[in-house]
């Protein structure tokens, strides 16, 4: 207990210190230290949550599904302890619950946690929080470079259910087959999208074949949805995706503002108005409606919640910019940029686009992600491009490969010349822009914005 209050102490200090000198790292630096000081700090204080925690972890969506699932529970009265900013590894998680922390840990400002994790941390930071439902969307190709092949992380996450047992309930999605897999024994609540409508004539780019569990044999697909998400089977052991509880029926995707679903669940169906773009989005929309339907939450507050959602920062967010509606859109893979790419091209319209790839650590070192990115289904519709970013050369020599005309592409290497340049270049007045960066390229644009205070303060 000393150790816990102390640990807390010093955890508060460095937060201080760390918003006091202005630096952002202030978000999972408190909870290293007060995992260093007290290294089941983790436990201890997660273990005083009246109702506990859930996890939420996945590629791609983890912060929107997260933000999603808060503003359901929160419409509900709970009262979360949430990693909010993104911090999503073992020093995030511990920073946000120390935070919560009162009368040196002996109390929790809080009744339940809600936790977005990394997908490579998922086992450490389990371990610890002994979560009663965990939520496992998707897995898709990321920066190889930082972990390595997806099959490991599969492999891993694979181990951690046999060994959570039925101790935490499962939440997943039946559409992705790595991430189904994982509950044939243990069981779930599996969710999914059913509407033919939506199905793409054949595996995108991105995907890599994806092997059935039970024998290795490779999965046909009957329909697919996005990426290697759909419905699929096993031609050698007549293995299935699993029948989905939780359901999405008649899909609408309205461009880059929103999307409509509609939601059933034990019989019971409503319409949902989610206030943001993409069929990714109705996927992580499922995933929050099943995890909070686990949680025993009406489906009707979950759809009306679902309708509440407000937009993070560089998740479809629109905002003025120099007089021009500005959307920001991270693009970090190959599987979610072409989901962004499909949604833009339901805007109708031609399109201005500001892409900014940078090759920092956080993105990935190895940028040649890019090349498997279906950048060709963008193409015809891009009036203008400019390309930023540290390997702003390498865009437009993809966007020129993908058929864009160079005549309309622009290379403008800083990230504040390029934005001006592109918000400068206006076909008429009050015409929409979109913004794709990578991930640090999204930090620098957030920092950028705050500095000539265009920009909301999203983060601690
Ligand atoms: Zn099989």
Redesign the pocket.
């Known amino acids: 207990m000393v150790r816990l209050a102390a640990g807390l102490v010093a955890a508060r200090a460095v937060g201080g210190l760390a918003r006091a000198t202005g630096r952002g790292g202030g978000t999972s630096l408190p909870g290293k230290v007060l995992t260093r000081v007290e290294p089941h700090a983790i436990e201890r204080l997660a273990g005083r949550l009246a109702r506990g925690s859930v996890v939420i972890s996945a590629t791609n969506g983890k912060t929107t599904t997260a933000a999603m699932v808060s503003t359901v529970l929160e419409r509900a009265g709970t009262r979360l302890v949430h990693n909010r900013a993104g911090a999503n590894m073992v020093g995030g998680v511990a920073s946000a619950l120390a935070a919560a922390a009162r009368r040196g840990g002996r109390v929790l400002d809080g009744d339940l946690g809600l936790f977005e994790v990394d997908e490579f941390w998922l086992g450490p930071v389990v371990e610890e929080l002994e979560p009663r439902a965990i939520l496992l969307s998707n897995l898709f190709r990321d920066q190889l470079d930082r972990y390595g092949e997806l099959d490991i992380i599969a492999d891993r996450w694979a181990e951690l259910v046999a060994k959570r047992g039925s101790r935490s309930e499962l939440v997943l999605n039946a559409d992705d087959p790595l991430v189904a897999d994982l509950g044939r024994q243990a069981g779930g609540l599996y969710f999914g999208v059913e509407d033919d409508a939506l199905a793409l004539p054949e595996l995108q780019h991105a995907s890599d074949s994806k092997h059935?569990r039970?024998?290795g044999?490779a999965y046909a697909y009957e329909t697919v949805y996005l990426a290697h998400l759909g419905r699929y089977h096993?031609p050698?052991?007549g293995?299935k995706r699993p029948e989905p509880a939780v359901v999405a029926r008649d899909v609408e995707l309205r461009g880059i503002r929103s999307a409509a679903f509609t939601l059933s669940h034990e019989g019971e169906a409503h319409r949902v108005e989610l206030p943001l773009p993409g069929l990714y989005n109705v996927y992580n929309a499922l995933g929050a409606a099943a995890l909070c339907r686990a949680l025993g939450i009406p489906l009707a507050d979950v759809a009306a919640g679902l309708g509440a959602v407000a937009p993070a920062f560089g998740r479809a967010e629109t905002i003025e910019l120099g007089g021009r509606p500005t959307s920001i859109l991270l693009v970090k893979n190959p599987a979610g940029a072409n989901e962004v790419l499909r949604t833009l091209t339901l805007e109708g319209r031609e399109l201005d686009v500001f892409g900014v790839l940078n090759d920092r650590i956080a993105d990935g070192r190895d940028v040649s992600w890019v090349w498997d990115a279906d950048w060709e289904v963008l193409a015809p519709h891009v009036r203008r491009m400019t390309c930023s970013g540290t390997r702003a050369a390498e865009l437009a020599l993809r966007m020129k490969y993908a058929g864009v005309d160079p005549g309309r592409l622009r290379v403008v290497e800083g990230l504040e010349a390029g934005l001006d340049a592109a918000l400068a270049d206006v076909p008429q007045q009050a015409a929409p822009l979109y913004a794709l960066p990578t991930y640090t390229a999204l930090i620098e644009l957030r920092e950028l914005l705050a500095r000539r205070g265009q920009a909301k303060e999203y983060w601690r």
């Open positions: 059935c039970r024998c044999h096993c050698n052991c293995q």
